[in-house]
């Protein structure tokens, strides 16, 4: 198909989260696609690029995938300070991580730029056996603050491609997202990863 414009659309997004819910996996997932049973834990922030090319444009998310330590918590502002979308996550087996994700959220209202869009990923949906967090609960939380949820599983893929893609709800993300359909997985063109980079 010939394309039918050019239009470049940076999209920064930021990733939170208690330590060990799965933010580096989710990410890993979505740029290459694999899984880690045995993921090292993140010292201080990873960055990753992803860039998608579609007919009518060409997409480069700028993934910033913040450490869940909390020693890294006052580098956060830096990572969510100007970006188009942060997805906090927490894991379903985590009651904390759970009571964490609503502290990130808090901090956002309070601090990030109010046209964030705010995603909630209860992530590790594998594990139900060992679910701690209700899905209803979760998606309460999340309709009383505005914030789009997903359960994912980097493990499985469950909703993982939804929570990148998925990012065209507010209008205010228009600039910085376009709806991606079913084809989106296919046209992947250029993948990297980088240690660190610079974002605008
Ligand atoms: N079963 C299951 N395990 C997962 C899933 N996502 C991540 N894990 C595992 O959970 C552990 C922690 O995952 P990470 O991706 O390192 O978590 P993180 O949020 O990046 O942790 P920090 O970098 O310390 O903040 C790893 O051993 C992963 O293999 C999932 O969806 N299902
Ligand atoms: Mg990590």
Request: hydrophobic share 40%; net charge negative; aromatic share 10%.
């Amino acid at each position: 198909m010939a394309r039918t414009g050019n239009k470049n659309i940076q999209a920064k997004l930021v990733l939170l989260g208690d330590m060990g819910t799965g933010k580096t996996s989710l990410v890993l997932r979505f740029v290459t696609g694999k899984f880690l049973e045995y993921q090292e834990s993140t010292i201080g922030a990873a960055f990753f690029t992803q860039v998608l090319s579609l007919n009518e444009a060409t997409i480069k998310f700028d993934i910033w995938d913040t450490a869940g330590q909390e020693r890294y918590h006052s580098l956060a502002p830096m990572y969510y300070r100007g970006a188009a979308a942060a997805v906090v996550v927490y894991d379903i087996t985590s009651m904390e991580s759970f009571v964490r994700a609503k502290k990130w959220v808090q901090e956002l209202q309070r601090q990030a730029n109010p046209t964030l869009i705010m995603f909630l990923a209860g992530n590790k949906a594998d594990l139900e056996e060992k679910r701690k967090v209700g899905f209803e609960e979760g998606e309460q939380y999340a309709k009383e603050n505005g914030l789009v949820f997903l359960e994912t599983s980097a493990k499985t893929a469950q909703n993982v491609n939804e929570l990148f893609y998925e990012i065209d709800h507010s209008k205010t993300a228009g600039e910085c997202f376009v709806a991606l359909d079913d084809a989106g997985s296919s046209v992947f063109k250029d993948i990297m990863v980088q240690e660190d980079g610079e974002t605008n």
